[in-house]
């Protein structure tokens, strides 16, 4: 289960585990029910995550893509290892995301 | 039929799984230690996890369709500073040739990717006849 926390209009979720194909039908499920809430501004905490496979990074494009349909929204990662944020640069996540 | 095995051979470990995303992790967490035990290979072992990973997630997910009685064989050795890794799965195979000439996943595709990051991580990629076996290797320091 992620920590969530909500402050100043922005939602936080620390997932603390690997983003990988074995979490992300409970992931998809917690980052759905944020959205679906009326959340407009998400930041994703990797700092308790060490890996992400494109099982993975296709949930992230899929909430995002969620986000868009339900009015719009920012969603942004932050804490990320340099492994990942190399990793995000060239499968070219940072066209979607705001990675800080 | 065992769920998961590991067996550590003279130059490296394979593991028997059946075909749940669980195993994958312990597959994984076998791998990640055998890298550990080896402190004197220079080399990223992020990109290692996630090639082994990501080849997994295809023999697991779309080779043997998440079919629990169905297998997957993955080894990993390291011999005179190369690094091989093969998965076999039992599933039919696919059009490896096809896919290899594909190109870039779109970077808003939710699929697609996993192949691509192989090749972006410098791995030689190449599979049996039907494509129910891919073989990776890398060079090391």
Sequence with gaps: MSLIERKDGVVTIKPGIDIVASQCETLKQEFLEIINSGEKKLVIDFSETEMIDSSGIGLLISIRNSLTNSGGGEIELSNLSDDLHQLFKVMRLDNHFTIS | ?141
């Design chain 2, 1 to 141: 039929m065992q769920d998961f095995t590991s067996t550590h051979t003279p130059n490296g470990i394979s593991c028997t799984l059946s075909s749940t995303l669980a195993n994958i992790d312990r597959a994984i967490a076998c791998f990640k230690e055998f890298l550990d035990s080896k402190p004197k290979i220079t080399v990223n072992k992020f990109e290692i996890h996630y090639a082994i990973r990501e080849a997994l997630n295809n023999a697991v997910i779309h080779g043997n369709q998440k079919n629990d009685l169905l297998q997957v064989e993955c080894t990993l050795e390291i011999n005179r500073k190369i690094l091989t890794i093969s998965v076999t799965d039992e599933g039919k195979g696919f059009d490896w040739r096809n896919q290899l000439h594909k190109k870039q996943a779109g970077s808003d595709a939710t699929s697609g990717r996993g192949l691509e990051s192989m090749f972006m991580y410098g791995f030689d990629v190449q599979f049996n006849d039907s494509g129910n076996t891919l073989y990776l290797t890398k060079k090391i320091m």
